[in-house]
C-alpha cells in the first residue's frame, strides 16, 4: 500500500518537476556540500568538486592541488589515533585528480598522489594492515588490533588506475602507468609501463 502510495506521489512530481531541472537541483546540492568539505581540508586548490561521500576523517593532514574531482561513495581517512595508537598521516594529492565511484584512500603514515591521476571504480589505496601477521595477534579479532604502517605510497604523474585495483603498502607506482582492472599492486611499477595481475606483474612497456 505504500508502495503504491509513494510512486503515485512521484509519477505526480515527475511532471511538475522535469528531469532537467531535477538534475540541475542535485547538482547544486553537490556544489554546496564541495564548498562546505573543501573549509575543512589543510590545503586545498580550486576546483574542488565532490559528490556525497561516504566517509572524509583527518582533513586537517590532506593536501589537494587543483581540480579535485571524486564521485559518490568517497573514502578519505588520515588516522591519528586508533585504539591506544597514535599516528602521524599525511596525504597528498596533486593537480587534476579524478577518483571514481567508491574510492578509498586509508592513511596513517604517508601517501602522495602526482598529477593526473584517473582512477576507476571502487579503487582502494592504503599505506597500512590490520595486525603485524603474527600468530599471536591472529586469535585476535582484527578489529581490535593495531594499524600498522607498511610503508609510504607513492603514486606518480599520469596515472591510470582501473576499476577494482588495489594498491599496497609500500609500494610506488611511476609516471605514466597503467594499471588494468582487478589489479592487486604489492611491488614497485616502474615509468611507462602497463601492469596487471594479482599480483599485478608488467606486461608490457609503453614505448
Not at 78 to 93: A, F, N, S, T, W
Not at 151 to 160: E, F, H, L, Q, T
Request: charge should be positive; glycine fraction near 10%.
Amino acid at each position: 500500500m505504500y508502495v503504491n502510495f509513494y510512486f503515485i506521489i512521484a509519477s505526480i512530481i515527475s511532471y511538475l518537476y522535469p528531469l532537467r531541472l531535477i538534475t540541475i537541483l542535485r547538482g547544486v546540492k553537490k556544489y554546496i556540500y564541495s564548498a562546505k568539505a573543501k573549509r575543512k581540508i589543510e590545503m586545498c586548490g580550486n576546483r574542488f568538486f565532490i559528490s556525497i561521500p561516504r566517509q572524509i576523517r583527518g582533513e586537517k593532514y590532506m593536501e589537494i592541488g587543483e581540480s579535485f574531482w571524486a564521485e559518490e561513495g568517497l573514502d578519505l581517512q588520515c588516522l591519528d589515533r586508533y585504539g591506544k595508537e597514535v599516528y602521524h598521516p599525511q596525504l597528498l594529492i596533486g593537480n587534476n585528480v579524478h577518483l571514481g565511484y567508491f574510492c578509498h584512500i586509508g592513511c596513517i603514515g604517508s601517501i602522495s598522489i602526482g598529477d593526473n591521476l584517473l582512477a576507476g571504480r571502487n579503487v582502494y589505496i592504503t599505506d597500512h594492515f590490520h595486525g603485524n601477521g603474527t600468530m599471536e595477534e591472529a586469535a585476535i579479532s582484527p578489529k581490535e588490533r593495531p594499524l600498522y604502517n607498511k610503508g609510504s605510497v607513492k603514486i606518480g604523474n599520469n596515472v591510470w588506475l582501473g576499476d577494482n585495483v588495489v594498491v599496497m603498502p609500500g609500494v610506488t607506482i611511476g609516471n605514466n602507468v597503467t594499471v588494468g582492472a582487478n589489479a592487486v599492486v604489492t611491488q614497485d611499477i616502474p615509468d611507462h609501463s602497463i601492469a596487471a595481475g594479482v599480483p599485478a606483474r608488467i606486461i608490457r612497456m609503453k614505448e
